[in-house]
């Protein structure tokens, strides 16, 4: 069965950080370009960052960039995405999404809440 799982989000207070989780069953997620977006309550989805399947480029939105790492664990499936410095205004449901010419998955979501 393919699946996209994200994991990881929760309530973290101002400065904290979050490792971010997209577990990947039933294909071969190093394969794909996968996208971590946001969708912060009442606003449209955006791209927070990018990892290629080829040669593992990077691409970050200015709004996380020098606080965000996109990274692979090929063994595990997964993708992360770690966050730090994290600020109230990176509140919203993440999204992870793998896609490769002919096919495009998406996860859940995993909430995050920044707040003191």
């Known amino acids: 069965q393919v699946q996209l799982v994200e994991s990881g989000g929760g309530l973290v207070q101002p400065g904290g950080s979050l490792r971010l989780s997209c577990a990947a069953s039933g294909f071969t997620l190093s394969s794909y370009d996968v996208r971590w977006y946001s969708q912060p309550p009442g606003k449209e989805r955006e791209l927070v960052a990018f990892?290629?399947?080829?040669?593992?480029?990077?691409y970050y939105a200015d709004s996380v960039k020098g606080r965000g790492t996109i990274s692979r664990d090929n063994a595990k499936n997964t993708v992360y995405l770690q966050m730090n410095r994290l600020k109230p205004e990176d509140t919203a449901v993440y999204y992870c999404?793998?896609?490769?010419?002919?096919?495009?998955?998406w996860g859940q979501g995993t909430q995050v809440t920044v707040s003191s």
């Open positions: 999404n793998a896609a490769s010419i002919t096919r495009s998955y």
């Open positions: 990892i290629t399947g080829g040669d593992g480029s990077t």
